[in-house]
């Protein structure tokens, strides 16, 4: 069997580099008859020990060679992610028409429609949706775009509800969970450490704001502040927003960290005594990991997940630009467990999705 995996992969994005990993462990470990499995990526920064597993930077590839790599495949796999374009997905649209007419599958796994609307006449809308609608099989991460699918594709056999595919397998973090994360310590926790994850294009008055939010933590209690960019790298650093959200607080009280792989972010990510993200990935490694969070909901992947997850989700979920008091954070950290139980559940539900969409028996 050949498998071809794409995605919005190597660019330092943390939910994707986490697809990438799952997968690359995952997929192998399930299918003894896997000779190939084919990661294209925008850099090839990834790593696997297993032999069947290889990673080709796009940019490297001839319009022949991705060709041939789609006439081979059995499946070709979006794996992870947000549906949303930018454009219309032209040579998305091609790649599958090449793989179903020699014989294989077109797929998509473990993606959220927040960004599709079926009634959007332009011509990205109607392209992503003809995408969509051609696709062999769809794995959907939330109950919201699961019943949206049933817009545009009225066959139910070909899609699934299932968890994000960064939940495939908790093990995956078992090294980075806190103390905490077991067993609550019957003492309030100090908030000396707070970690925050914006985003690149975030202007000048949202990092007013949100170090207006800050701000008392460190003139008042000491904490230092940390930025973690959940999307690093060159170019779209979500450190962009952070190095404003900086001129905003006390010198010396809050630091910019980066990272080159996602274990660098864990580490970091660990040491916090409390989370605020505007990334989802943030949030569900947050979760992973045990750590209290809060999810500023200017987006509904954020929203659904936290209401999926069934922790405090009144404490968790803050809209944008809304005040997060003292009070509230003190209320989150004092609340808050790692939903276990619910991990578990994700998990089992991601590995289900993906057997249902490669035809194994359970």
Known sequence: MRIVLLGYYGWHNLGDDLFVEQLSRYL??????LTRLTVLCQNCYYQSSEPSVRYRATGDLSKLQLLRLMVKADYVIWGGGSMEFGEAPNSMLLMQRVSQR??????????G??????????????????????SSFLYFRDPESYTKAAIFQPDHTKYCLGGDIALLNPELYHPWHKPSAVEQASEPVEIKNIGISGKFWWGQERADFYGEQLRPWVEKHGATVHC??????PGNSDNQFHEKLKTNLPEGSCLIHDWEHYGDFLTL??????YI???????ITADQLGVPNVGIASESKI??????????????????????????LRSLVSQYRRPSEFIETESKA?????????????
């Not at 991601?350 to 359970?362: R, V």
């Open 303 to 328: 929203t659904n997940y936290i209401h999926k997850s069934k922790m405090v989700p009144d404490l968790r979920l803050v809209d944008f630009m809304d005040p997060i008091s003292m009070d509230h």
């Open 350 to 362: 991601a590995q289900g999705a993906i057997a249902q969409a490669l035809n194994l028996k359970p």
């Open 102 to 111: 020699t014989g294989g599958q077109f797929q998509f796994w473990g993606v």
């Open 269 to 274: 990510l660990r040491s916090m005594d409390v």
């Open 28 to 33: 192998p470990s399930i299918l003894p008859d």
């Open 228 to 233: 973690l960019p959940a999307h690093s790298g």
């Open 277 to 283: 993200s505007n990334r989802l990935h943030g949030v």
């Open 113 to 134: 429609l927040e960004k599709i609307d079926p009634d959007d006449p332009s011509e990205e809308a109607i392209a992503s949706t003809r995408l969509l609608q051609k």
